[in-house]
């Protein structure tokens, strides 16, 4: 018979960094990283939760992104939207 020495398991634990997560108001306009396909970089912030509403400067697409997601894509913030519940 031919036995297998059991070899040391090496366990290596894997850190995740905590990524800084961007602090963003309604009607903020953000530049990302990567074109949009009409040719458009600058999105604007229509919802916050867990997932961010935006809608596309260049042609008025609607998409949901997650927030970690978004701040992978981020390039910056382009112009801060003005504090509507402030106001009220």
Do not use: N
């Not at 850190?15 to 949009?36: C, E």
């Amino acid at each position: 018979m031919f036995y297998h020495r059991a070899l040391p398991v090496r366990l290596t634990l894997r850190v995740i960094m905590p990524q800084m997560l961007p602090d963003l108001a309604l009607g903020d306009v953000l530049r990302l990283r990567k074109p949009h396909p009409c040719g458009s970089y600058e999105w604007k912030v229509t919802r916050l939760g867990a997932d961010i509403g935006l809608v596309c400067l260049g042609c008025g697409r609607r998409i949901m992104l997650p927030r970690r997601e978004l701040a992978r894509r981020l390039k910056a913030i382009v112009a801060h939207g003005d504090d509507q519940l402030a106001d009220s």
